[in-house]
T-cell receptor, first 111, second 115 residues
Framework: DTGVSQNPRHKITKRGQNVTFRCDPISEHNRLYWYRQTLGQGPEFLTYFQNEAQLEKSRLLSDRFSAERPKGSFSTLEIQRTEQGDSAMYLC?????????FGPGTRLTVT | AQKVTQAQTEISVVEKEDVTLDCVYETRDTTYYLFWYKQPPSGELVFLIRRNSFDEQNEISGRYSWNFQKSTSSFNFTITASQVVDSAVYFCALSEEHSGYALNFGKGTSLLVTP
């Protein structure tokens, strides 16, 4: 499978715990994006990387959120001290130009 | 401010009817791209089409067609002879050069096609 993959697909955690998600982009894609989608809404941009450089962060990305892409390949998104409002689908996309290919997402439920 | 507006929240049609999903966008960039994505109940976003700001030519792909009009900042999507499998949420999105082509999505239109 050469598409974008995300792990885990589902995560249930208790409020206050830290969680980390992983995204593996399509191998030749240099851009990687993170989005968040809550129920009934469109995806909202969080941040993006060009190679290993994080070039833009949305104001939605609070201090509790951090993303990395250490070698310009896979990326991780960590949420510290999770809150119930963090419950959402976290989507990763990768691109070589302007067309983004999305992964299946990680659904986070904070109880 | 919402950059992409999809005024229709939900649409319900009977199979074989034609249906048009509206999308209005807002940008100050001269270089931008417009997209439509389909999100079926399974949840994965499926790319349908991309249009750049310099190409206003309408496009047809099978039962799908798109009408891009810069004069009205609209990028509407028509499904001809709808089928039950077309039932999904459809998102229009805008990406702008100045923001690294991050996608700004509309809130989506939920389409239900009944037999």
């Amino acid at each position: 499978d050469t598409g974008v993959s995300q792990n885990p697909r589902h995560k249930i955690t208790k409020r206050g715990q830290n969680v980390t998600f992983r995204c593996d982009p399509i191998s030749e894609h240099n851009r990687l994006y993170w989005y968040r989608q809550t129920l009934g809404q469109g995806p909202e941009f969080l941040t993006y990387f060009q190679n290993e450089a994080q070039l833009e962060k949305s104001r939605l990305l609070s201090d509790r959120f951090s993303a990395e892409r250490p070698k310009g390949s896979f990326s991780t998104l960590e949420i510290q001290r999770t809150e119930q409002g963090d419950s959402a689908m976290y989507l990763c996309a990768s691109s070589f130009s302007d067309e983004q290919y999305f992964g299946p997402g990680t659904r986070l439920t904070v109880t | 401010a919402q950059k992409v507006t999809q005024a229709q929240t939900e649409i319900s049609v009977v199979e074989k009817e034609d249906v048009t999903l509206d999308c209005v966008y807002e940008t100050r960039d001269t270089t931008y791209y417009l997209f439509w994505y389909k999100q079926p109940p399974s949840g994965e976003l499926v790319f349908l089409i991309r249009r750049n700001s310099f190409d206003e030519q309408n496009e047809i792909s099978g039962r799908y067609s798109w009408n891009f009009q810069k004069s009205t900042s609209s990028f509407n999507f028509t499904i001809t002879a709808s089928q039950v499998v077309d039932s999904a949420v459809y998102f229009c999105a805008l990406s702008e050069e100045h923001s690294g082509y991050a996608l700004n999505f509309g809130k989506g239109t939920s389409l239900l096609v009944t037999p």
